[in-house]
Nanobody
């Protein structure tokens, strides 16, 4: 059974940090790019904010570049999203997803996690 399970969300103050984890099972993680998406309250899910490909290629959307870092541990079938200098506008449900393509488009992702809430508030 294919599954992606996120964890690590929570509530932090502006300027704080969180690390999200995405554990994959039921498929070969090293054959997929992992994208991180977010959906803010009352808004649609947008394109990937971060992508990490198994060869180490990464992508960061402008608003998170320099603050967020993706990494993976294929031996643990886990991808991480380190989020630093968090801002209130980062508040959202965060999802990891797997795609055989290096792409920002949500429609190209085959497998999705259930999401984890990140709230940044003073």
């Amino acid at each position: 059974q294919v599954q992606l399970v996120e964890s690590g969300g929570g509530s932090v103050r502006p300027g704080g940090s969180l690390r999200l984890s995405c554990v994959a099972s039921g498929f070969r993680l090293d054959r997929y790019a992992i994208g991180w998406f977010r959906q803010a309250p009352g808004k649609e899910r947008e394109g990937a904010i971060c992508i990490e490909q198994s060869d180490g290629t990464t992508y960061y959307e402008g608003s998170v570049k320099g603050r967020f870092t993706v990494s993976r541990d294929d031996a643990k079938s886990t991808v991480y999203l380190q989020m630093n200098s968090l801002k209130p506008e980062d508040t959202a449900v965060y999802y990891c997803a797997a795609s055989p393509y290096y792409t920002v488009s949500p429609k190209d992702y085959d497998y999705w996690g259930q999401g984890t809430q990140v709230t940044v508030s003073s």
